[in-house]
């Protein structure tokens, strides 16, 4: 069992009003240079983060989220995460996800003319990611 | 003196009218608690993000980022924002009025309206006042994404340089009883002076300071635009219950009244004809 001193906490907190707290030793998120981890005692450090998933590691075991951007600021013995959104693994709606990775995959097919590239390819990034992050858990 | 008929008629119609009223203002009621809870659930999101550019715009050069850069105003553009549906007593009245005035204070300017909310289109659309963009309905289905789509397109406007200015115009929720109207501005974006809580710590910054604060600026458009229309939709359903809760009151008086002249006309027929079987007797005699 790891020791008190290894944990640190972390607010992870979304416009639409989540607001979660945890005591956790380990945080994994998607920042603008690669994925990077915290644990206790990091440096002061900000950054952005892209579509991706991030991870934390508490005393009851993992959790996971599907996150499409936002800001990481750790400090001191505490993190805030600014997601854009953050959907916990066991939330994700997989026929929704499934539907919009199959939309997105469909229109960037046909590429039918005035079609926005970037939306799209956006749009299908995040319907992957949502699925991978659901498949984590059972 | 109007018919005993004709009165219960009435009576009838107005009680209905004030059931329908009754039921809006719980709908209202029940519709504030929960923009309430979801303006009060934005809020840190918002204060902190204020917080990190109060912090990096202190650390860099302001006219790097185009969404911060102040520029001589040429072309100005108003947000409106206004409720889709009526019924709320002088919710959308005051808005319009208030946006109509700023439009004169900044007259030699080249001024452009944006309305959010049906209501404010419809006010400007009968005064042929030209709009360059609406957006009718966010308030059906609030959500983010509305906050977005809203955003993104006011600051790309600014960033393309096609306008030089923002300045928004909505409701501010004070209390259940009470509507601010607020007129501020909202692009360029005035960074706070920088928090004296802030401590000196050195962060490291991924990519750079910058390209953070060039990621977040946008971002910060959204959240201003989506706390606007949390606080927006919060007035409007606190406006939209005092004005019901009156309607209701109104009702009731009315009843009232018309009871009291229901039960005189028909005291009034009762003695009439009372006074007639009097006379009929008194003349058989």
Same mark, same amino acid.
């Given at each position: 069992?790891?020791?008190?001193?290894?944990?640190? +906490?972390?607010?992870?907190?979304?416009?639409?009003?989540?607001?979660?707290?945890?005591?956790?030793?380990?945080?994994?998120?998607? &920042?603008?240079?690669?994925?990077? &981890?915290?644990?206790?005692?990091?440096?002061?450090?900000?950054?952005?983060?892209?579509?991706?998933?991030?991870?934390?590691?508490?005393? +009851? &075991?993992?959790?996971?989220?599907?996150?499409?951007?936002?800001?990481?600021?750790?400090? &001191?013995?505490?993190?805030?995460?600014?997601?854009?959104?953050?959907?916990?693994?066991?939330?994700? +709606?997989?026929?929704?996800?499934?539907?919009?990775?199959?939309?997105?995959?469909?229109?960037?097919?046909?590429?039918?003319?005035?079609?926005?590239?970037?939306?799209?390819?956006?749009?299908?990034?995040?319907?992957?990611?949502?699925?991978?992050?659901?498949?984590?858990?059972? | #003196?109007?018919?005993?008929?004709?009165?219960?008629?009435?009576?009838?119609?107005?009680?209905? %009218?004030?059931? @329908?009223?009754?039921?809006?203002?719980?709908? !209202?009621?029940?519709?504030?608690?929960?923009?309430?809870?979801?303006?009060?659930?934005?809020?840190?999101?918002? *204060?902190?993000?204020?917080?990190?550019?109060?912090?990096?715009?202190?650390?860099?050069?302001?006219?790097?980022?185009?969404?911060?850069?102040?520029?001589?105003?040429?072309?100005?553009?108003?947000?409106?924002? $206004?409720?889709?549906?009526?019924?709320?007593?002088?919710?959308? !009245?005051? @808005?319009?009025?208030? %946006?109509?005035? =700023?439009?004169?204070? =900044?007259?030699?300017?080249?001024?452009?309206?944006? $309305?959010?909310?049906?209501?404010?289109?419809?006010?400007?659309?009968?005064?042929?006042?030209?709009?360059?963009?609406?957006?009718?309905?966010?308030? /059906?289905?609030?959500?983010?994404? /509305?906050?977005?789509?809203?955003?993104?397109?006011?600051?790309?406007?600014?960033?393309?340089?096609?306008?030089?200015?923002?300045?928004?115009?909505?409701?501010?929720?004070?209390?259940?009883?009470?509507?601010?109207?607020?007129?501020?501005? =909202?692009?360029?974006?005035?960074?706070?002076?920088?928090? $004296?809580? *802030?401590?000196?710590?050195?962060? @490291?910054?991924?990519?750079?300071?910058?390209?953070?604060?060039?990621?977040?600026?946008?971002?910060?458009?959204?959240?201003?635009? *989506? /706390?606007?229309?949390?606080?927006?939709? !919060?007035?409007?359903?606190?406006?939209? #219950?005092?004005? #019901?809760?009156?309607?209701?009151?109104?009702?009731?008086?009315?009843?009232?009244?018309?009871?009291?002249?229901?039960?005189? !006309?028909?005291?009034?027929? @009762? %003695?009439?004809? =009372?006074?007639?079987?009097?006379?009929?007797?008194?003349?058989?005699?």
């Amino acid at each position: 069992m790891a020791d008190s001193k290894d944990y640190f +906490d972390l607010t992870l907190v979304t416009p639409s009003g989540t607001r979660e707290e945890f005591n956790v030793r380990h945080i994994r998120a998607p &920042g603008a240079e690669g994925y990077f &981890g915290v644990l206790a005692d990091h440096l002061p450090f900000i950054t952005t983060i892209k579509t991706g998933e991030i991870d934390i590691d508490t005393k +009851d &075991g993992k959790k996971f989220w599907a996150t499409s951007g936002g800001f990481v600021e750790v400090l &001191g013995s505490r993190v805030i995460i600014l997601a854009e959104t953050a959907e916990p693994a066991e939330q994700i +709606d997989l026929q929704r996800a499934e539907a919009s990775r199959e939309r997105a995959t469909l229109r960037l097919r046909e590429n039918p003319d005035g079609l926005d590239v970037m939306r799209c390819q956006l749009a299908l990034t995040r319907a992957i990611n949502r699925l991978r992050v659901a498949s984590y858990i059972d | #003196m109007a018919s005993l008929k004709h009165i219960r008629q009435r009576i009838v119609g107005i009680s209905n %009218t004030r059931q @329908i009223t009754r039921a809006m203002k719980m709908v !209202a009621a029940a519709n504030m608690r929960r923009a309430q809870e979801n303006m009060e659930k934005a809020r840190p999101y918002s *204060w902190k993000l204020r917080e990190l550019i109060g912090s990096l715009a202190a650390h860099t050069d302001r006219d790097r980022h185009p969404l911060l850069s102040k520029r001589e105003a040429e072309r100005v553009g108003v947000v409106c924002v $206004t409720s889709d549906r009526g019924l709320a007593g002088g919710f959308n !009245a005051v @808005i319009c009025r208030r %946006t109509q005035a =700023l439009m004169k204070e =900044l007259s030699g300017l080249e001024v452009e309206l944006i $309305t959010l909310g049906k209501k404010g289109q419809d006010f400007f659309n009968k005064r042929e006042v030209p709009i360059y963009r609406y957006f009718p309905g966010v308030f /059906q289905e609030l959500n983010f994404n /509305q906050a977005i789509s809203v955003g993104t397109a006011i600051a790309e406007q600014y960033v393309t340089g096609n306008y030089d200015r923002f300045y928004i115009v909505y409701n501010e929720f004070k209390n259940a009883m009470q509507q601010n109207i607020v007129c501020e501005q =909202l692009l360029p974006i005035e960074p706070e002076e920088e928090v $004296t809580t *802030w401590s000196p710590v050195e962060y @490291i910054y991924e990519p750079d300071a910058a390209g953070v604060l060039q990621e977040l600026l946008p971002r910060f458009v959204n959240i201003e635009i *989506w /706390q606007v229309l949390l606080e927006s939709f !919060a007035s409007e359903q606190a406006a939209r #219950m005092a004005a #019901m809760e009156n309607a209701t009151k109104n009702a009731d008086d009315i009843v009232k009244s018309l009871k009291l002249q229901f039960n005189k !006309a028909r005291q009034a027929a @009762i %003695t009439k004809e =009372l006074s007639e079987i009097v006379a009929g007797a008194e003349g058989l005699k």
